[in-house]
């Protein structure tokens, strides 16, 4: 091979993990004649152990998986489904030693919106053969080097391929590499430690099994409890500093994976950083999770001191990007690395187009989008923070949860959805009231849960899938606009307005109830309480100006335009029961007895 050889394309990605491959197909799925090359030093066949922290997706993740790369059929035939999450608090931390020891959320129906399991390995070996297909290239060698020039100057990618170098040319960069942090080191793009991220400092143990006797977590039967499986869902088990989950990978191996995500100042990192020591954490914490794995066969087992990282910059104006755990990684709690993945990816293709086409708001897509997705990651890191005081406490994570999902599924699902997170003018309404929620409402209720840790104070059990807490018969599944029923799928067709009006208002309801459950009418009437209750009111009330200006705007656009014409075709319809012959027999006996008869009328006349 040269060692001079160059090539050109549009984009070059560096990586073919999840992240790198899920935006190589979403390029080549929106930006027509666009050329894509791919690089990762793994071979094509993926090993079977390369696994990463995490193998679950939720609604956001699912939507980009299954409707925005068109891989439903494959996820549904290659996949195990998941039933959305279960949540598991000792009652006893020195009793743990079957599920019935332990308080419960437990899901009792399918969410609205499908999601997945993944085993990572079968699922980026199976999209990288899909991606060559759809004639993206992929070079199975090493990067050396990137230069990446200023401004739309072409990059230049150095990569180490068999035994020999090239070099790749490209307008766009996007670094998929994970902890290589190939940009971010060049770029000095990084943050790490618990002064960048709200005090997260946590690691990661985590093993795979097989051939487990899954009956030891669950028998499968429910008849008076829920409508969908248990062992199909991310199942989350909580103590003090810690969060465990369990996900089903495989279906024919009956294949797990379970790992903990520890805070340092808890659970430091050599007493839990080993195999042997993990299990014996899992022995006398979680004895129904040691059981589980004892029952199979052991695959491997892996640790990651520190998870937490962020960067600086996501899409820099010089046509660079970082997305998946280049990019950041905070917790895998409630599994939302796929979701920054998605709006990351989403917002990196339509940057790309909008360059290559040469529109005049491409920097300003740029920009905003940019702004949007640190924000959002912010948000993941606020999720996250006081984790280490808070999990174990099952009254006051159980309200937390609740509280959380509100928004998730009040706001940030509608959002997505709708592709309001593409729309700039959205976006720029949007971020301030969002970043002042981040900084004001969220830690105060934070700072309000640690008070009740410290006292033991028992106030209740929220459950965010249940319809009898809130008045309205409420649950933090519930939307208000038919963008499902509907089929709203075009750009900014649904109206996140009416989303986030009832989201706003029944978060003020959930505020409420919280100060008087936990403060009493003192806590209630304190000022900056109701400040709190009224600014999400008020805040409800704009969503309610924006829903009917949104009304007004759309009042002539049809739900779904695939549909609509379709309506429009069907008036010119016509029941035709006349059937077309399918058998040349009996149409030759029909063509014969039709010429008999013409003849017959000759004569009879």
């Not at 001079?4 to 929106?30: P, T, W």
């Not at 060559?132 to 990446?148: A, C, S, T």
């Not at 990084?190 to 669950?218: C, I, M």
Request: with cysteine.
């Amino acid at each position: 091979m040269n060692n001079n050889q160059s090539l050109e394309y549009d984009v070059v990605i560096m990586g073919a993990g999840f992240a790198g491959l899920c935006q190589a197909r979403h390029l080549m799925l929106k930006v027509p004649h666009i050329k894509v090359a791919l690089v990762d030093p793994r071979p094509e066949n993926r090993d079977e152990n390369d696994l990463k922290v995490g193998e679950s997706t939720v609604e956001i993740g699912a939507l980009l998986i299954g409707k925005e790369l068109g891989l439903n059929d494959y996820m549904i035939e290659n996949h195990p489904p998941k039933a959305g999450l279960n949540f598991h608090w000792p009652k006893q931390p020195n009793n743990t030693a079957t599920i019935d020891d332990y308080y419960h959320i437990w899901l009792n129906r399918q969410p609205p919106i499908p999601t997945f399991q993944i085993n990572r390995a079968k699922f980026e070996r199976d999209l990288l053969k899909m991606n060559q297909e759809m004639g993206i290239k992929f070079y199975n060698g090493r990067v050396l080097d990137v230069d990446l020039t200023p401004g739309d100057a072409i990059k230049t990618v150095k990569v180490k391929l068999n035994g020999e170098q090239i070099e790749l040319k490209a307008k766009h960069i996007i670094d998929a590499a994970g902890r290589r942090f190939i940009i971010g080191k060049k770029q000095d793009n990084l943050l790490f430690g618990p002064e960048n991220l709200l005090g997260l400092n946590n690691g990661s143990a985590w093993v795979r099994v097989k051939n487990v006797d899954r009956t030891l977590f669950h028998s499968g039967y429910d008849p008076l409890g829920s409508a969908v499986t248990h062992y199909y869902t991310t199942n989350h088990y909580f103590g003090a500093g810690h969060w465990l989950w369990m996900i089903p990978i495989d279906t024919q191996a009956q294949e797990l994976s379970i790992g903990v995500m520890h805070h340092h100042d808890v659970i430091p990192a050599n007493t839990i950083n080993t195999q042997e020591k993990f299990y014996k954490f899992l022995q006398a914490n979680h004895t129904v999770l040691y059981n589980i794995i004892q029952s199979g066969e052991s695959v491997d087992f892996n640790y990651l001191s520190k998870v937490p990282h962020k960067s600086k910059t996501l899409f820099s104006a010089d046509n660079w990007y970082v997305i998946g755990d280049a990019a950041c990684m905070f917790d895998a709690f409630y599994s939302l690395g796929t979701t920054m993945i998605a709006f990351t990816i989403e917002s990196v293709t339509e940057i790309i187009r909008a360059k290559l086409a040469g529109e005049a708001d491409a920097e300003e897509k740029r920009s905003i989008y940019n702004e949007y997705n640190l924000t959002f990651f912010d948000s993941v890191n606020t999720f996250i923070c006081d984790h280490a005081k808070q999990l174990g406490h099952a009254s006051i994570m159980s309200w937390r949860i609740y509280f959380e999902y509100m928004w998730w599924f009040g706001i940030l699902v509608p959002m997505y959805i709708g592709k309001w997170h593409l729309q700039p003018q959205f976006l720029r309404e949007f971020m301030g009231p969002f970043r002042s929620y981040l900084n004001g409402i969220f830690p105060e209720v934070y700072q309000q849960l640690n008070k009740l840790v410290d006292k033991g104070t028992n106030i209740g059990f929220m459950d965010p899938v249940r319809a009898d807490q809130l008045l309205g018969k409420y649950y933090t599944f519930k939307h208000f606009e038919d963008y499902l029923e509907n089929s709203k799928f075009e750009p900014q067709r649904s109206n996140i307005y009416t989303s986030m009006k009832n989201a706003f208002f029944y978060i003020a309801v959930w505020y409420v109830k919280f100060q008087w459950k936990a403060f009493g009418l003192v806590g209630l009437l304190k000022p900056k309480n109701l400040y709190y209750i009224f600014q999400l009111l008020v805040q409800s009330g704009i969503s309610a100006m924006g829903e009917a200006r949104h009304k007004f705007q759309t009042r002539d656009l049809p739900n779904n335009s695939t549909v609509e014409n379709m309506r429009q075709e069907f008036k010119s319809y016509q029941y035709q029961p006349e059937l077309q012959p399918w058998n040349v027999e009996v149409s030759s006996v029909k063509t014969q007895d039709s010429l008999v008869t013409s003849q017959e009328k000759v004569l009879l006349r």
